[in-house]
């Protein structure tokens, strides 16, 4: 029920039942007039004939009663005469009272100490009745009762129409009150209330309403200035809410640094732009997901750790520098993460927000940086070697050449001249291996099909392969396309690649190979650089494994987990050094006692088919 109906209600009910009670007093007053005047009436007439029958009586002569009865004017229909001897004996009835009975010695008792009468109510013949009993007397003898009854009928008929009157007249001044009242409580307080109350539900939605104009000076007008003056205010604190707000999130947006903001549950509250721009990952996507349920890499990574102790407030914030994560979409990157907690009520820490910096390109720069580093010192102490010890070198070798040729046929040629020759050999070769990895050579570039390629590095070594139980596998793309590089330094890099996992099956297994055409935004190299459309070349084997601590370390010059005279460990760094210089990427994953994986990705810009 609205505030409008309870508010008639309460005006109304109290209304209409002083009009009840006021009708209801009026209608008895009314009713009192009436029998007052009847029973007045009854005594008078009885009062008046009560000489003349008591005379009549006297004399004996109750015709002469009779005679009086028809020559008072009174009505038979309303009016009854009845006169009774001394014992309560009818002598007499006229009128409404011709069938009247015998008084009983009740009434006659009571008719000693009345001067006046007694009145009595009742029917006759189902017709209502005042009656006035007189007592006739002559000279202090009882000498009969005289009976005046009046009907009631009139009377009553009178009080119905009264009545009727009434209730109509009440019914109308309560329609009539109803209607005004209904109407002034609608235009003064129900329609006032709904403008307020659908401004109110405007300002929670957010819209803008026209202010609700109520005129007067009552409360419902003062109500409705006041909230009008406090929506104004609600509605430039909320525009000033809004701009602040969205000046925040523009600020937070336009960051050059990912930000992300988490709630106590790790659930992802603010995602922006940098992150989506960097990582591929739309807002839409991450937003109200748990941050480790989106990102399951990062609790593997250990972030979750750090942000627990955040949470516990081990720690107010925490700084993680060179943090390697492995993206959903962009491949492995770099980041330092600054995370800080919020706090909230009762300096609990309600989430937090992370900084995340992508130091994946600086990271690859310094690397590449000490690359260089560690080449130009190698150029030097290649180029030293070359210099210091070439001489001699060459004057052992032609020295032991010399003797070996001038020593007589009879005689037994030493075997160690052999070993002095062999050994001289190879520390040229490797001095030579030295210098070619040092120094800039240039390339002979040409469109290359890489498909032929692994097809003659395979022609060179799968005899060899196959004599030690090595399956070879083969998954080529028939439409790969060309690229253009140097065919002899590809080869010669596949070809370390091939033996490499060759040696690392020493009993038997299978080695496999795989081409596949890439599209520019596929993957990011782990240096952080888009890899353009190109080609991707996969070797894999199911040999020993490399040991995770070794991995960081296979492309390190001298590096070489062979054994002594087995290898300079310029294998994969030579390998290296060839792939970039034709603008690739090269990754080595690989588990103990499971193998190894290497991916080569080229590119394919400039090349023709």
């Known amino acids: 029920m609205g505030l409008g109906a309870k508010l008639t209600l309460w005006v109304l009910i109290p209304i209409l039942l002083v009009l009840t009670v006021f009708t209801v007093l009026t209608l008895r007053r009314e009713r009192d007039v009436y029998l007052k005047e009847v029973r007045e009436e009854a005594e008078r007439i009885a009062n008046t004939l009560a ?31 009845a006169v009774y001897d001394r014992q309560g004996r009818p002598v007499l009835s006229w009128g409404l009272a011709w069938e009247t009975g015998a008084l009983e010695q009740q009434e006659l008792a009571g008719l000693a100490g009345a001067p006046r009468g007694i009145g009595l109510v009742g029917e006759l013949r189902g017709i209502p009745i005042r009656s006035h009993l007189v007592a006739l007397s002559s000279d202090g003898e009882l000498l009969g009762v005289l009976r005046v009854s009046v009907s009631l009928q009139e009377t009553e008929r009178a009080l119905t129409r009264e009545r009727n009157y009434f209730l109509a007249m009440v019914a109308v001044v309560s329609i009539v009150l109803v209607a005004l009242v209904s109407v002034t409580i609608r235009h003064t307080v129900s329609i006032p209330l709904h403008g307020l109350m659908r401004r109110i539900a405007a300002l929670g939605r957010g819209e803008a309403l026209d202010e609700v104009s109520v005129p007067g000076r009552d409360e419902v007008a003062r109500l409705t200035q006041e909230f009008n003056a406090l929506a104004r205010n609600l509605e430039e604190a909320r525009r000033r809410l809004m701009q602040e707000s969205e000046y925040a999130r523009s600020i937070v947006q336009n960051i050059s ?25 739309a807002e839409s996507e991450v937003l109200g997901r748990g941050l480790f349920e989106a990102f399951p890499a990062l609790e593997r990574e ?73 080449l130009a010192v190698l150029g030097q102490l290649a180029a030293g070697i070359a210099h210091q010890i070439g001489t001699p070198l060459n004057v052992i070798s032609g020295s032991a050449e010399y003797l070996m040729m001038e020593w007589g046929a009879e005689w037994t040629r030493p075997r160690e001249l052999e070993i002095i020759v062999a050994q001289t050999d ?154 970039e210089d034709h603008h690739g990427t090269i990754e080595v994953g690989s588990e103990v006692g499971r193998g190894s994986t290497v991916t080569i990705r080229l590119p394919t810009e400039g090349a023709h088919s």
């Open 51 to 81: 000489i003349s029958a008591a005379e009549a009586l006297r004399r004996r002569s109750p015709a002469d009663i009779h005679r009086i009865a028809e020559e008072s004017a009174l009505q038979k229909n309303r009016f009854g005469l």
């Open 257 to 281: 640094d990912g930000i992300i903001g988490v709630d106590r549950a790790c659930g992802i509250r603010t995602w922006n732009r940098a992150m989506v721009e960097r990582y591929g990952i």
């Open 302 to 374: 250990g972030l979750r750790s750090e942000l627990d102790r955040l949470f516990n407030g081990e720690r107010r914030e925490f700084t993680l520098f060179n943090f390697e994560h492995e993206t959903l979409r962009r491949g492995r990157v770099v980041q330092n993460i600054r995370g800080r907690g919020l706090p909230g009520s009762n300096d609990q820490v309600e989430g937090a927000v992370l900084a995340i910096e992508d130091v994946t390109e600086r990271v690859a720069l310094e690397r590449e940086v000490q690359q260089a580093e560690k």
């Open 426 to 579: 190879r520390i040229t070769k490797l001095i030579q291996q030295l210098l070619n990895f040092a120094r800039p050579i240039h390339m002979a570039e040409q469109p290359v099909k890489m498909n032929d390629l692994l097809r003659d590095v395979l022609g060179l070594t799968e005899h060899q392969i196959a004599k030690d139980r090595i399956a070879i596998h083969t998954e080529f793309q028939p439409d790969l396309p060309t690229i253009t590089g140097d065919a002899n330094r590809l080869e010669q890099a596949f070809l370390n690649i091939v033996i490499n996992a060759w040696h690392a099956m020493p009993m038997g297994g299978t080695l496999t190979l795989r081409t596949r055409s890439t599209g520019p935004s596929e993957r990011l190299r782990r240096a952080g650089r888009p890899v353009p459309a190109g080609i991707e070349l996969t070797i894999a084997d199911s040999g020993v494994g490399i040991p995770a601590d070794h991995l960081p370390r296979i492309f390190d010059p001298f590096f070489s987990t062979k054994g002594v005279g087995k290898g300079t460990g310029l294998g994969l760094a030579i390998t290296r050094r060839i792939v």
